[in-house]
């Protein structure tokens, strides 16, 4: 358990991280480990580094979360001769003794972020084999991520490598295995509702990311006809096809999602919407991926 020098981190912890190895892109295995790895290096940094809470989200969702910067307040007011009170613009000095320790605080959290964000890419890069870092080094973007320590935009290149199609695969044979996996993915025998949406949306990613459609021309039609009563062809602006795109992507994986749940855990429930939908309860399947999600739950 010797402490890293640079990390400030137990060596034993910093090994506990699967390595990122070297798989095909876009392959489903490369898919579930970078999440794997994103899960351990969050398990492992948040409860060792400062500002976990903003780290964790900074992690996940691969975007820096910013503090907002305290605001100096004034209350000022004066008195006139006859007693009244009038409120001014001007601060007074318990408003500035406040903004100034409010502004201390701020700048220490900052600089605590920034800290640990600094360590946490030093921790991604040194989990990384040789022949990944030779990947990373061709990015455009690594030498400024590399000066910067950036661990952001370390994690989107490894992200973009396990998810991409740009491999000695043609192109589209790989979006065709993408999509292939994405359908045959059922919910196994004792896997959780939560491990199974995750695979599940790590694979839709994938597609996505290769430029590949989540809903078919019929789903347009369907989708377009129930929001606006008008076929997707006849739609006039780019506003309304987005619009429309955006809910038939949602509604073709809630559909999937619910297709290929576990059969013994949820027959009962299958049934329960197919029956109220043949009842004329059109609304008995949900159209969004979320809904779907926790009517499983």
Known sequence: KTRSPITGIHQQQVRRI???DDRIKGDQPAVDQYQQTTDKLIEIVCSTLKELQLLKACIKNLKKEDLPEPELQENGFITDASGAVTTT???TKQDELKYSIQFKEWQYRVSALDESLNKTFTIIHGQCNRAMKARIDEDPNWETIDRNCDPIGLLTILKSITHNNESQRNPTISLIHSKKRLMNMVQGEGQSTDSYRLKFE????VIQNMRGQLYRDSTLYIVSMDTYNKKYHELTTD???DTIKAAATETWKASLFIVNSNPTKFDQLKKEMHNDYISGNTDSY????N???NRLN
């Open 239 to 241: 506003s309304e096809r």
């Open 286 to 289: 949900p159209t969004t991926f």
């Open 291 to 293: 809904s779907t999600c």
């Open 202 to 205: 790590n694979q839709a990613d």
């Open 89 to 91: 613009t001007t601060s």
């Open 18 to 20: 699967p390595p990122t």
